[in-house]
């Protein structure tokens, strides 16, 4: 990404301790924060943050950045931004491409190098197609502000072309949206589209109806938001069912290509595919030359360390980490939150010589997931509800956590704006148009 | 854009006639509202609007996109949204490739075409590089949402690039922005990098002081603004040499790559150069087959119709139209809009039986450009001034002038904050990062 002449040695200043976080997702950039001059004692360290983007992105939103509700802006902040008051810490824009554990040295595309003392590996997952990658080109998934402009691209082109077309098959196939995967981005997304169609664009067409939309979303388990308690499940498949979505539950995807896509044996044709089925963790298990779970995740013990790597951490979704209850703690943002927060504070205490904190144990606060306006479900464990002030409490959450003063009002201005009038703001095809009609 | 199994002619429903207007810039879509039932005393009419974008773009604002102030849907709204309520008008999103007069029919790029009883067409300006098509690779122009989005990544880009390169004479290269044409909105642009540099960023690097960066203004001519008085050249002049950027009139630039540009002989490494010198009119007179001006515009009489040819309109900044005083109507936003609903208004006299109205009569209002922060030029005529209150009334005028309430508020939201806090709400390098390193 950033073209030198030579490569060169970025490591830190003379003497100085270094720790180079990889990723500023929930996980570095928590981590980042806890490693700030006031935690740190007087005691002198060097911290540097790569990222492949310059901005912290706020995956949770980004379905709606989708749909064209919200703009990128909205939720993303630049990460040197975030970190600008924090002397001890600089950001590189630049991407991992290896971890040379001997020379304690980490590999950047650009031909520079960053020798460590620890390593903090924050670099989350993209989505996977188990074993389908020619599936990747039809079915989108959302992880990036570049996937979520062309997802729009793609949702808002639909209806424009089945607006000029009259074969009614096609037509329909143009209305026809499929979402792979009942996890919450699914339902969020499902949810989204649904509103999109029978609400924001409503009136503005003169041929076709956006409201007779098709929206699918498909579910190989059996049932949606299988990491919630049943009841909301339930509640949650009762809210898809009154926007209009229609849930498919045991839906086996075995085929998918510009046209259709093949679901337990039928063809359903359909222009339209979203992937929100399945992520694969980065490349982190390879750099390390460790053996990674099944979905990519590279195993930890309760120090973040990958047995017998006590230099390196691996935190957030690119962690396998088991909770107390023997399950897996899940990949969402307070998890990687926690993770990066209890990093800061081993390392604060190796490079203070302090007592090292307890060893990690991940604290589950809750679930929620929304499913269009005016609904979501949460469930914090003894205390579990639906409908609109679970959805009220969905959206105070979620602006609350909001990076940026700015960011806060701008999302709560056009929620707020949504919730009175229908309309959308971020209604536009941008990027190379032809590429995806 | 829109592919079709066969082309399709989507003339009008059998006996109605049928306006078909090109472009829903200012002076197309003015055109599509005048054009309203409640204006046509129950004439019966169609109207189709061809935009090979779903949006308007409201372009005065677009360098504050360039410059990460503002997020593109701030500054856009979908056509569909602004005449859903009109019912006598449709959207197309397609791209206009050629008029058969002769046959009154428009050929999309998709196949289909289009038959017309009254044609208009407002196709609007690109950028021209004076016989240099080789520069638009280096020094882009800023017409389209994507070219801001392009430019906001270069420029982004280079400080980030800046700050890992230890070259010194590379570095100054990749901190030194070159602005060619210092009309509006090369005055814009130059004052909103300089912004950039010295406020909004100027604590967020490590290794470099962005606010050390050179930002040059180049004009072939011998005054800033030279569509302004004399009085307020000199007082934009005073302004931007306050933002530290460096005016050079009399400036030829002879030579643009990636890695430097060339005026009046010298060679000066600059790594970002921006494009606002000139425009060409869209290929309107060559669909038509008549002669174009010099910047390839269409002359048309004052009907704003070519000589002979009174089914066809061409307004805005495509048209060459004489004011009363001899001189051009400038290709600004409000001599579109006039355009756009005296075109309106004689259709409507046509579609009636009514009264044609007096021939077009371009009403100059003023001109106004901002400077950076807290400062602009106004030239109303008699009444002309500078300064914040002329600052305060630019900003007014262009929230004012948005379409769309939402927009209005994001946006008055936006600069407020910024004002503020000195802050960017947009810094975000987005689309192929590498493309442009």
Same mark, same amino acid.
């Given at each position: 990404?950033?073209?030198?002449?030579?490569?060169?040695?970025?490591?830190?200043?003379?003497?100085?301790?270094?720790?180079?976080?990889?990723?500023?997702?929930?996980?570095?950039?928590?981590?980042?924060?806890?490693?700030?001059?006031?935690?740190?004692?007087?005691?002198?360290?060097?911290?540097?943050?790569?990222?492949?983007?310059?901005?912290?992105?706020?995956?949770? !939103?980004?379905?709606?950045? *989708?749909?064209?509700?919200?703009? #990128? $802006?909205?939720? /993303? &902040?630049?990460?040197?931004?975030? %970190?600008?008051?924090?002397?001890?810490?600089?950001?590189?824009?630049?991407?991992?491409?290896?971890?040379?554990?001997?020379?304690?040295?980490?590999?950047?595309?650009?031909?520079?190098?960053?020798?460590?003392?620890?390593?903090?590996?924050?670099?989350?997952?993209?989505?996977?197609?188990?074993?389908?990658?020619?599936?990747?080109?039809?079915?989108?998934?959302?992880?990036?502000?570049?996937?979520?402009?062309?997802?729009?691209?793609?949702?808002? !082109?639909?209806?424009?072309? *089945?607006?000029?077309?009259?074969? #009614? $098959?096609?037509? /329909? &196939?143009?209305?026809?949206?499929? %979402?792979?995967?009942?996890?919450?981005?699914?339902?969020?997304?499902?949810?989204?589209?649904?509103?999109?169609?029978?609400?924001?664009?409503?009136?503005?067409?003169?041929?076709?109806?956006?409201?007779?939309?098709?929206?699918?979303?498909?579910?190989?388990?059996?049932?949606?938001?299988?990491?919630?308690?049943?009841?909301?499940?339930?509640?949650?498949?009762?809210?898809?069912?009154?926007?209009?979505?229609?849930?498919?539950?045991?839906?086996?995807?075995?085929?998918?290509? *510009?046209?259709?896509?093949?679901?337990?044996?039928?063809?359903?044709?359909?222009?339209?595919?979203?992937?929100?089925?399945?992520?694969?963790?980065?490349?982190?298990?390879?750099?390390?030359?460790?053996?990674?779970?099944?979905?990519?995740?590279?195993?930890?013990?309760?120090?973040?360390?990958?047995?017998?790597?006590?230099?390196?951490?691996?935190?957030?979704?690119?962690?396998?980490?088991?909770?107390?209850?023997?399950?897996?703690?899940?990949?969402?943002?307070?998890?990687?939150?926690?993770?990066?927060?209890?990093?800061?504070?081993?390392?604060?205490?190796?490079?203070?010589?302090?007592?090292?904190?307890?060893?990690?144990?991940?604290?589950?606060?809750?679930?929620?997931?929304?499913?269009?306006?005016?609904?979501?479900?949460?469930?914090?464990?003894?205390?579990?509800?639906?409908?609109?002030?679970?959805?009220?409490?969905?959206?105070?959450?979620?602006?609350?956590?909001?990076?940026?003063?700015?960011?806060?009002?701008?999302?709560?201005?056009?929620?707020?704006?949504?919730?009175?009038?229908?309309?959308?703001?971020?209604?536009?095809?941008?990027?190379?148009?032809?590429?995806?009609?």
């Amino acid at each position: 990404m950033v073209h030198m002449e030579a490569s060169s040695n970025l490591g830190s200043s003379a003497g100085r301790k270094h720790v180079v976080i990889v990723g500023a997702g929930f996980g570095g950039l928590w981590c980042a924060q806890g490693l700030r001059p006031s935690k740190l004692k007087g005691a002198d360290l060097e911290i540097t943050i790569v990222d492949q983007h310059n901005y912290h992105l706020f995956q949770p !939103l980004l379905y709606q950045v *989708a749909t064209a509700a919200l703009s #990128p $802006a909205d939720i /993303a &902040a630049p990460i040197r931004n975030i %970190v600008r008051g924090q002397q001890n810490a600089r950001v590189l824009l630049d991407e991992v491409i290896g971890v040379d554990r001997r020379a304690k040295r980490v590999q950047l595309a650009s031909g520079d190098t960053l020798d460590y003392d620890r390593l903090v590996l924050a670099t989350g997952v993209r989505h996977a197609y188990f074993g389908h990658d020619e599936w990747a080109e039809f079915a989108p998934g959302l992880k990036t502000i570049d996937d979520a402009t062309r997802i729009r691209r793609h949702v808002l !082109l639909a209806f424009e072309q *089945a607006e000029v077309e009259r074969d #009614p $098959a096609r037509r /329909a &196939a143009l209305l026809t949206f499929a %979402v792979v995967g009942a996890g919450p981005t699914g339902v969020e997304m499902a949810g989204a589209i649904a509103e999109l169609a029978r609400h924001a664009i409503v009136g503005d067409f003169r041929t076709i109806q956006p409201s007779s939309a098709r929206i699918m979303l498909l579910e190989a388990g059996p049932r949606a938001l299988p990491a919630f308690r049943d009841s909301l499940s339930q509640e949650a498949a009762r809210s898809l069912a009154t926007l209009g979505v229609e849930l498919r539950t045991g839906a086996k995807v075995e085929a998918i290509d *510009a046209e259709s896509l093949t679901i337990n044996g039928e063809r359903v044709p359909c222009r339209t595919t979203i992937w929100a089925a399945g992520v694969r963790a980065s490349p982190a298990a390879s750099w390390l030359g460790v053996a990674g779970d099944r979905n990519g995740r590279v195993p930890v013990n309760d120090h973040l360390h990958p047995d017998g790597i006590d230099d390196v951490y691996v935190i957030g979704d690119t962690a396998a980490v088991l909770a107390p209850d023997g399950s897996f703690v899940p990949g969402i943002a307070p998890a990687a939150k926690q993770m990066g927060s209890w990093v800061a504070r081993e390392i604060a205490a190796w490079a203070t010589g302090g007592p090292a904190p307890w060893p990690f144990h991940y604290k589950h606060q809750g679930s929620l997931a929304t499913i269009g306006r005016k609904s979501a479900v949460v469930d914090f464990g003894r205390m579990h509800f639906s409908g609109f002030i679970a959805w009220v409490l969905w959206c105070v959450v979620h602006v609350f956590f909001l990076i940026g003063f700015r960011n806060r009002l701008v999302v709560a201005w056009n929620w707020l704006w949504q919730y009175l009038t229908f309309q959308r703001g971020a209604r536009l095809i941008t990027g190379n148009d032809r590429q995806d009609s």
